[in-house]
């Protein structure tokens, strides 16, 4: 398991990526830990960033939702961009292709590889991550949507 500096490098790293400074670095720590790894004394889930996830996941969905909401945009329109860009391959793509892969810490019986449904949970994660940080900001959000290339198309 990496050290606390380590750690602490590797979210540092993802702030420099996804262009979002934590105000409580540890929530970045948390979201690039998968389940299945234990760092008692700083990651006190045993789901690793499961949790945060599911925050992001629901995030992503709704920032979406409101985005062909507000480019009135017809319901089977906006679906397909969920179904696209809300769907766990081309999440796992996007954080691939930022490099994230090289940030997650996966459980050790995984031998440092990345799978698809890791990477996808892990770039969730940090999606929930930056809305928790920021007290629930979809604003805050927006930009990092943008970057991982996850926002409302152009």
């Given amino acids: 398991m990496p050290s606390f500096s380590a750690l602490a490098e590797r979210a540092q790293a993802l702030q420099n990526l996804i262009g979002y400074i934590f105000n409580d670095p540890k929530r ?3 979201a690039l830990v998968a389940a299945g790894v234990y760092m008692p004394g700083l990651i006190n889930r045993t789901d690793g960033h499961k949790q945060l996830a599911l925050v992001g996941d629901a995030v992503l969905r709704m920032v979406l939702a409101l985005d062909g909401y507000e480019a009135r945009k017809g319901r089977e329109f906006t679906n397909n961009i969920l179904s696209t860009k809300a769907g766990n391959t081309y999440i796992a793509q996007a954080g691939r292709n930022l490099g994230l892969d090289k940030l997650v810490i996966v459980n050790p ?3 440092g590889m990345v799978s698809d449904k890791v990477m996808a949970s892990a770039v969730e994660a940090i999606i929930g991550a ?3 940080d920021s007290d629930g900001s979809v604003e805050s959000v927006r930009p990092v949507l943008t970057i991982l290339g996850l926002g ?3």
Avoid: D, L
């Fill in 152 to 154: 409302w198309p152009a």
């Fill in 130 to 132: 930056v809305f928790m």
């Fill in 28 to 30: 970045a720590m948390e």
């Fill in 109 to 111: 019986a995984q031998a």
